[in-house]
T-cell receptor, first 115, second 112 residues
């Protein structure tokens, strides 16, 4: 299996622009998670889906952030408009909901820089 | 809510043993996980403890004491490649769905 795939790997944009991050989970996994990692705040859960349905988006920082999962093999995280404080590494992770050890498989991340 | 405490940095030499502690305060607890992250890389799963005691996987072991809200990761026979950040994470089953809350991470520096 190719693992969790994220694109782009790096994104540099200007404040006010729309940013769309993409994720393809591991085939057969039914849970998908979006995280944001910064030095100050660490690894934060933004939103998670189960069977393509958003379960909890309480970690989404503002209305500027939105996420979708139109099917089992694709999810997007959108920031509109972007701001410099959104600069971070964004990880997507997937897992099997009933897996005993609760292992989450992380993608390589998207490093976002908002100027 | 959840809060986790772990040291920010630990240093050790090759071949040594190091222990990374994690204490947590949670409203709901179902287990403690450990993840490793190399600089610029993705977090990768190391271990999971749902019950009290020690779990061993090769050079790495993880311990949990639910009554003390405490766990640790033990790394033996340290190698240079073990230099990385290590995160403890609490598993929560709120609303019947499993999520993780991560600590801020411990940077392990292994020197020759």
């Amino acid at each position: 299996d190719a693992g969790v795939i994220q694109s782009p790997r790096h994104e540099v944009t200007e404040m006010g622009q729309e940013v769309t991050l993409r994720c393809k989970p591991i085939s057969g996994h039914n849970s998908l998670f979006w995280y944001r990692q910064t030095m100050m705040r660490g690894l934060e859960l933004l939103i998670y889906f189960n069977n393509n349905v958003p379960i909890d988006d309480s970690g989404m920082p503002e209305d500027r952030f939105s996420a979708k999962m139109p099917n089992a093999s694709f999810s997007t995280l959108k920031i509109q408009p972007s701001e410099p404080r959104d600069s971070a590494v964004y990880f997507c992770a997937s897992s099997l909901r009933d897996r005993k050890d609760n292992e989450q498989f992380f993608g390589p991340g998207t490093r976002l820089t908002v100027l | 809510g959840q809060s986790l405490e772990q040291p920010s940095e630990v240093t050790a030499v090759e071949g040594a043993i190091v222990q990374i502690n994690c204490t947590y305060q949670t409203s709901g607890f179902y287990g403690l996980s450990w993840y490793q992250q190399h600089d610029g890389g993705a977090p990768t799963f190391l271990s999971y403890n749902a019950l009290d005691g020690l779990e061993e996987t090769g050079r790495f072991s993880s311990f949990l004491s639910r009554s003390d809200s405490y766990g640790y990761l033990l790394l033996q026979e340290l190698q240079m490649k073990d230099s990385a950040s290590y995160f403890c994470a609490v598993r929560d089953l709120g609303s019947g769905y499993s999520t993780l809350t991560f600590g801020k991470g411990t940077m392990l520096l292994v020197s020759p």
